[in-house]
Structures are given as structure tokens and as C-alpha cells.
């Protein structure tokens, strides 16, 4: 059985992007680096990931520095390789060569004792494609109001 701890969403990944399709990986890190993770100390609101010489690089993802790591402690916003098999990496090099694809982060678990990055393959929203997908959200909250008050009677 696999035992899943998430420690960030990027749930603003959510509303700016149509999500297409979502992919796990693994993500090399430091020693100091996991310690931080394991306290939740990670933001990747502004984090993005790019195929680079055919590797794939998660950029400004920060990672606060471990309190108690003096010297190990690395650079908060350095680039971290992501692990991805070459015939995944060449299959997210095709859909991102595409106009509007990007890779984006959507979030960071730990899966039996491993740091885990789910990225997706997403295409930005504009911004009337964001404020239709609000209304929908507000009109389905409602909705679902009316059905309670509705089957309390």
C-alpha cells in the first residue's frame, strides 16, 4: 500500500492554467532540503519547470533553508533536476513545443519515504476564461446550497 503525505498544492495552478495532463516524478534534492520539506517549508506559487539539454529543471520553486543545517544548507531557489524516464522526457518536449504549453508544478507529496513533484501540462487562461470558471464555481456552491436547504425540509 502507498502511503501519501502531501506537503504543498499549487492550487493557484488551478485558475490560471487549463490543466491537460499530469505527470509524477521524482526530484533530486539535498539532504537539508528534505529535512525543510518534512516542516512544509516549501511555496511554489511561482515555480515552473523546463527541459533543458534533455533534462528536465524545476526554477523558483523556494525551499527555506533548514534552521539547524548550517553549511549543508543550499541555495533556497536554486534549480532541482527532476527524475523522468527519456521517453517521458521526449514525449513533454513534443507537447511543449506546442504554442502556449508549459510545464507547471501542481504538487509536492511524499510517497513511502520519497520526495514526489507531480508537474502538468498546462495552456494559460486568458482572462475571460478565468472569471467564467469563477461564475461556474459560485453558480455550483449555490446550487448546492438550494439542494441542502431543499432536503432538510
Avoid at 494559460?124 to 453558480?139: F, H, L
Wanted: charged share 35%; with cysteine.
Amino acid at each position: 500500500m502507498e502511503n501519501i503525505k502531501i506537503i504543498a498544492q499549487n492550487k493557484k495552478a488551478w485558475h490560471d492554467y487549463f490543466i491537460i495532463e499530469q505527470t509524477e516524478c521524482g526530484i533530486s534534492l539535498a539532504g537539508t532540503e528534505v529535512k525543510s520539506l518534512r516542516e512544509g517549508k516549501i511555496n511554489l506559487k511561482e515555480a515552473y519547470a523546463q527541459i533543458v539539454n534533455g533534462e528536465v529543471y524545476i526554477k523558483q520553486m523556494h525551499i527555506s533553508p533548514f534552521e539547524k543545517g548550517n553549511i549543508f544548507n543550499k541555495d533556497p531557489m536554486r534549480d532541482r533536476k527532476l527524475l523522468l524516464h527519456k521517453s517521458e522526457i521526449r514525449r513533454l518536449i513534443g507537447q511543449t513545443k506546442e504554442k502556449g504549453f508549459s510545464l507547471i508544478p501542481t504538487k509536492v507529496y511524499f510517497k513511502n519515504s520519497k520526495v514526489k513533484i507531480e508537474i502538468a501540462l498546462a495552456k494559460g487562461k486568458k482572462d475571460y476564461d478565468k472569471r467564467e470558471s469563477i461564475a461556474k464555481k459560485d453558480a455550483k456552491r449555490s446550487m448546492d446550497r438550494k439542494m441542502k436547504e431543499f432536503n432538510q425540509r
